[in-house]
T-cell receptor, first 114, second 110 residues
């Protein structure tokens, strides 16, 4: 299994509070991604990173920020949590190997905003 | 228009039949295409990738790519109840961005 760890695995938080989710990898892969998964929507890309301090927005980035100060860690912050951000969040990693970029996923974080 | 579109299903097939899953994408510059399987409550896992036009076979799975039509498909032969899951199509865009479709739920009935 690819070495990806998400923390926490479950979290309940109140509306308006900031929340940070952590993704840690031991594979030294270049690319890291944050997705959210909601019924009927598949996986929607929030932000991704293509290197240390290099990040870009995905499809649903409003209300989220990210940081990558080390290769192994990619943090997702909900600046002021809302009920619409209740979701399952997945981190993924991938590496460009001769043009192939196969992504591997963490276990997911179930976030509930009440 | 979504960048990657799939029929959401559910798709129901009898055991032993061929299941056909389809995906279209909007970015003509995309070069890499992936199929993931996700069991309920679990993380997605990669089952197939394809980069060139045509067919690619791996056991009971065949991925088909037609870049001119911007179409990717996954065929599962001799479907088994253990194949019941959600299948996600993913397309790699510029800069390593990986975009997924909404997924197709497959149910294989014994």
């Amino acid at each position: 299994d690819a070495g990806i760890t998400q923390s926490p695995r479950h979290k309940v938080t109140e509306t308006g509070t900031p929340v940070t989710l952590r993704c840690h990898q031991t594979e030294n892969h270049r690319y890291m991604y944050w997705y959210r998964q909601d019924p009927g929507h598949g996986l929607r890309l929030i932000h991704y990173s293509y290197g240390v301090k290099d990040t870009d927005k995905g499809e649903v980035s409003d209300g989220y920020s990210v940081s990558r100060s080390k290769t192994e860690d990619f943090l997702l912050t909900l600046e002021s949590a809302t009920s619409s951000q209740t979701s399952v969040y997945f981190c993924a990693i991938s590496e460009d190997l001769a043009g192939r970029t196969e992504a591997f996923f963490g276990q997911g974080t179930r976030l509930t905003v009440v | 228009q979504k960048e990657v579109e799939q029929n959401s299903g559910p798709l129901s097939v009898p055991e032993g039949a061929i299941a056909s899953l389809n995906c279209t994408y909007s970015d003509r510059g995309s070069q890499s295409f992936f199929w993931y399987r996700q069991y309920s409550g679990k993380s997605p896992e990669l089952i197939m990738f394809i980069y060139s036009n045509g067919d690619k076979e791996d056991g009971r799975f065949t991925a088909q790519l037609n870049k001119a039509s911007q179409y990717v498909s996954l065929l599962i032969r001799d479907s088994q109840p253990s194949d019941s899951a959600t299948y996600l199509c993913a397309v790699e865009g510029q800069g390593g961005k990986l975009i997924f479709g909404q997924g197709t739920e497959l149910s294989v009935k014994p």
